[in-house]
């Protein structure tokens, strides 16, 4: 669909060594042609499209004037890092970006030397960059700590706990912010780019710092108002008061994607002679690609799409996504209760509370890339009387499990956790997997798990959790579109800790818990074909355990198999733990578990991916097989 565009100067960059041959009249067209060539992969492969469009004069001024690989660049999230990808030696793989085997969308330590660190979850980089610095200064080697943080990335609280640290590293530590949605300064101009050009030049500082070590001879009070004055006269100039508080040099705004004001300026910064820096580049997602620049929301992360018309390759129209269900769900159940609440962390079309947000408004927090906040935040609220909804993705939980344990769990805070993403995730790979809210929710006193089958199970587990006012609960749902079944006209309050029996038999028992029932119904239908009669129960919670019927199915039958979307030591922990404290493996009871590798999958096709972690309905029947020791092929008889 899309042809591979011509870039002459390109193909003379593999490296950044490369790039720092050219001349810096060279380095525009170097940039259009980079530019070109990752519209053109992204749209045969798909994928993160508008930031990366915006950092690529970004990208070249960085590898151009800096020493990379001995200075350490981290981009922050690490899907603006397609230009970074392909000047560093990857371009031949470009088109493989996040399939199977390929490259992924996110920096990748394993992937290439010039990607130091891993940056899939955002608000990293700065951390990591001091890192960096203070390892190279205290080693006495060469090279600097380069951030490169988007301004989404900067609503996040371990940036500036990072920057409120970074002093250490002196001038090693380079943070660039890449303003490239809501600019936190006056426009960008002449006048504000020869400023940063000035401010940052050897010349002013070595007057300033002159003026610093004079000033520190005057009485105190007049050392302050010297202090004071330089502060404040730079930061109605610029906006940089706050860093310059937190320890940094600020220079900036600077135009992003002007080669001409960036090089010179990142040249002074990196010959500067002392204390951390922070450059304040403004850039625009999507630039040089119109479809893009005009919907940046749109173009953000996309399927794959025709370079020359913008139109995207659309999904099949099916079942609706899990999403969705979910928050057109909670904003019907909020028009008659007034004291449900949305709160989710920068990701409001992807959890779905975009669906809630249009109905209650009021009702909706969207508090930035701070899921730490967000759980206390809602733990506060639910000490005052409402119903708040954390939606999260499984993979973002992570960063607030002290707050689930300490603000939420202890207290028995009736905080309710909508948990997207969980299970395995494709494209996005191990960073995005949710691999383990079962196992650390499950673990925790007072919290109710559940996991949804299908899209109506979500529907009732979400009306379950808005009448659940005695403590946590959280129910977990998969990326993607639902399976078909049809929506209930009125939701079901589920009892809590009580499965379902989906189909019944009397030899071997399969306990699915979330949308693994599908497979587990499938190998059902497999097993009774072999002449072994099969139950198959939907347990739905995974914490409280439904003892009453686990404890049925374990008498009534000779094989159990559990069977979950998480990690070791969630549902099949759990199983096995009350088998073996009520000793229900005393009479030569089979149990196996299944659940996802012990190892951090790769990206690829859903399909393969659960094919690999064996959790498929193949996987499934070859288990049982082998637990009665029957005599088969394997999980290649099953198939057959």
């Known amino acids: 669909m899309n042809s591979e565009p011509a870039t002459p100067l390109l193909d003379t ?5 490369d790039l720092r041959k050219l001349a810096p009249s060279q380095l525009r067209q170097l940039s259009d042609e980079l530019r070109t060539e990752m519209i053109s992969a992204v749209g045969t492969t798909g994928g993160h499209l508008g930031s990366g469009l915006g950092v690529v004069e970004l990208t070249v001024a ?26 560093t030696g990857r371009r031949d793989r470009i088109r493989t970006l996040r399939q199977g085997g390929g490259l992924s969308g996110f920096t990748k330590r394993s992937e290439s030397e010039y990607d130091p660190f891993g940056t899939a979850h955002s608000s990293t980089s700065i951390s990591a960059a001091l890192g960096f610095a203070i390892a190279n200064k205290l080693s006495n080697r060469p090279g600097k700590g380069i951030a490169v943080i988007g301004d989404g990335a900067m609503s996040a609280g371990m940036a500036y706990e990072a920057m409120n640290n970074a002093g250490e590293a002196g001038n090693r530590l380079v943070v660039i912010l890449n303003d490239n949605d809501m600019s936190i300064a006056p426009p960008v101009g002449g006048l504000s780019a020869y400023l940063a050009r000035l401010v940052s030049s050897r010349q002013f500082l070595g007057l300033r710092e002159i003026a610093r070590k004079l000033s520190r001879k005057l009485p105190r009070p007049l050392h302050t108002a010297a202090r004071k004055t330089d502060e404040f006269a730079r930061g109605m100039a610029m906006g940089g008061t706050l860093f310059e508080e937190l320890g940094f040099y600020y220079v900036g705004p600077l135009d992003g994607h002007n080669i001409d004001q960036l090089i010179p300026v990142l040249e002074n910064v990196r010959d500067a002679a002392e204390g951390p820096c922070l450059v304040h580049v403004v850039t625009q997602k999507g630039k040089g690609y119109a479809p893009a620049e005009q919907a940046a929301d749109k173009y953000h992360g996309v399927q794959k799409f025709d370079v020359v018309t913008g139109e995207q390759v659309k999904a099949k129209p099916g079942a609706p996504a899990y999403q969705n269900v979910f928050g057109e769900t909670l904003a019907k ?24 947000a249009k109905a209650h408004p009021t009702r909706t927090f969207d508090v930035g890339i701070a899921e730490q906040h967000a759980v206390t935040f809602a733990a506060g609220l639910a000490a005052e009387g409402m119903r708040p909804f954390c939606a999260i993705y499984s993979t973002f939980l992570q960063r607030a499990f002290d707050q689930v344990v300490h603000d939420v769990a202890i207290q028995n805070l009736p905080v309710r956790f909508a948990i997207d993403r969980a299970g395995l995730v494709g494209a996005d790979g191990a960073t995005h997997a949710g691999s383990f809210d079962i196992t650390y929710l499950a673990t925790l006193p007072n919290m109710v798990v559940m996991a949804a089958a299908d899209e109506a199970e979500l ?11 005695s403590g946590p609960i959280a129910f977990r749902y998969p990326r993607g ?13 589920l009892e809590i800790g009580k499965g379902r029996i989906v189909r019944s038999g009397s030899k071997v028992a399969l306990l699915s818990l979330g949308t693994r029932l599908a497979e587990a119904l499938k190998a059902a239908d497999q097993l009774e074909a072999k002449g072994l009669s099969t139950t198959v129960a939907d347990l739905r919670f995974a914490k409280p355990l439904d003892t009453d019927l686990i404890r049925q199915l374990m008498a009534t039958h000779e094989v159990v198999v559990t069977i979950e979307e998480g990690s070791i030591g969630g549902l099949g922990a759990h199983v096995l733990t009350m088998a073996s404290d009520e000793g229900l493996t005393d009479g030569g009871l089979k149990i196996r578990t299944m659940r996802l590798p012990d190892v951090f999958q790769d990206h690829d096709a859903p399909d393969k991916q659960y094919d690999t972690a064996g959790l498929n309905a193949p996987h499934i029947v070859d288990t049982v097989l082998k637990a009665l020791r029957h005599n088969s092929a394997g999980v290649n008889e099953a198939r057959a």
């Open 13 to 17: 960059v593999k490296t950044p060594d």
């Open 62 to 87: 960085i590898h151009y004037v800096f020493n990379t690989p001995q200075d350490k660049l981290v981009w922050d999230v690490g899907h603006q890092a397609y230009p970074h990808k392909i000047i």
């Open 333 to 356: 159940l909020a028009e008659t209760d007034p004291t449900i609440c949305a709160i989710t962390a920068a990701m409001p079309s992807g959890t779905g509370v975009d669906k809630f």
């Open 459 to 469: 529907v009732h587990m979400t009306y379950t959790a808005a009448r659940h006012d």
């Open 481 to 493: 579109n639902g399976t078909g079944v049809a929506l209930p006209d009125e939701p079901e309050l």
